[in-house]
């Protein structure tokens, strides 16, 4: 069974910084690209980041220049940093493959005040 586990997820005053983590089972991380995504209140989810096998890394241009993805291979964990956060990056962030699978975690909240 696969599992995704994000953490890291917190309050913070628009322009702050966060760095979430999640840690994932061997069979999915190894093989795929992996991204981060997001879902607000009464929206569709979202991708926000993805990084390949190989550490090629893609951004929309609406967290472009501020979130960065990371992984690390030894440890089956992939990361987001996410700087000078704004109200609207407020939502609920999971990690996942790129194309997602059907097995989805808990997600991390992030908030952002204005």
């Known amino acids: 069974q696969v599992q995704l586990v994000e953490s890291g997820g917190g309050l913070v005053q628009a322009g702050g910084s966060l760095r979430l983590s999640c840690a994932a089972s061997g069979s999915i991380f190894s093989a795929n690209a992996m991204g981060w995504y997001r879902q607000a209140p009464g929206k569709q989810r979202e991708l926000v980041a993805t990084i390949t096998s190989g550490g090629s890394t893609n951004y929309p241009d609406s967290v472009k220049g501020r979130f960065t993805i990371s992984r690390d291979n030894a440890k089956n964990t992939v990361y987001l940093q996410m700087n000078n956060l704004k109200p609207e990056d407020t939502a609920v962030y999971y990690c996942?493959?790129?194309?997602?699978?059907?097995?989805w975690g808990q997600g991390t909240q992030v908030t952002v005040s204005s």
């Open positions: 996942n493959a790129v194309p997602p699978i059907d097995d």
